[in-house]
């Protein structure tokens, strides 16, 4: 079974703030929430994780629930090079694998 | 640029060649990972290596062989492939600490299998 799920699609207008859903409502006690994205035909670039504190760093902010059953990245003023697939990820801190789903396809437009 | 580079970018070989594909880092890891990306499906970890030794075999078919010979470079060995076996191939490394680890991931190198 699928430890996160993600609506498939998303629009956004450039300059507009979007916000990516993340259900999790297995996730156990020691468990982080990584968020990673990829451009068509590029490799994953990660982009922040946290596990129980909102957490903001250059490219995005990550809210997390207070029970952590959900999340929501946060990408405060949208452009077109945001077109990407996003993938929220559940894992242990210490793990050195990570699981992708199929993420949502956030499509920015003028 | 992540610090992870992959030759070759692109590779189109026949059912019957031998090629390999080569990942080098820059970033001081000492894990190191290929995952393979099919077309419409999601991204497959197939190997991990840690310290240059193999802690992971995603049931790989033995046609796909890495080779960690350091902690900078890895390489995926290929021979008598399939059709199927096009796809996109990711090398990523990170650090291993006692606490969350962020992968870095590599351009890829696209390949057809013909």
């Known amino acids: 079974d699928a430890k996160t799920t993600q609506p498939p699609s998303m629009d956004c207008a450039e300059g507009r703030a979007a916000n990516l859903p993340c259900n999790h409502s297995?996730?156990?006690?020691?468990?982080?929430v990584y968020w990673y994205r990829q451009i068509h035909s590029q490799g994953p670039q990660y982009i922040i994780h946290?596990?129980?504190n909102n957490e903001t760093n250059e490219m995005a902010s990550l809210i997390i629930t207070e029970d952590r059953k959900s999340s929501t990245l946060i990408l405060p003023h949208a452009t077109l090079r945001d077109t990407a697939v996003y993938y929220c990820?559940?894992?242990?801190?210490?793990?050195?694998?990570?699981?992708f789903g199929t993420g949502t396809r956030l499509q920015v437009t003028l | 640029e992540t610090g992870v580079t992959q030759t070759p970018r692109h590779l189109v070989m026949g059912m019957t060649n031998k090629k390999s594909l080569k990942c080098e880092q820059h970033?001081?890891?000492?894990?190191m990972y290929w995952y393979k990306q099919s077309a419409k499906k999601p991204l497959e970890l197939m190997f991990v290596?840690?310290?240059?030794?193999?802690?992971e075999n995603n049931s790989v078919p033995s046609r796909f062989s890495p080779e960690c010979p350091n902690s900078s470079h890895l390489f995926l060995h290929l021979h008598t492939l399939q059709p199927e076996d096009s796809a996109l191939y990711l090398c990523?490394?990170?650090?291993?600490?006692?606490?969350?680890?962020?992968?870095?991931f590599g351009p890829g190198t696209r390949l057809l299998v013909l």
């Open positions: 290596y840690n310290f240059k030794e193999q802690t």
């Open positions: 970033l001081g890891h000492n894990a």
């Open positions: 946290g596990l129980k």
């Open positions: 297995t996730i156990s006690g020691n468990e982080y």
């Open positions: 990820i559940v894992e242990t801190g210490t793990a050195s694998k990570l699981t």
């Open positions: 990523a490394s990170s650090p291993i600490n006692q606490g969350p680890e962020t992968q870095y």
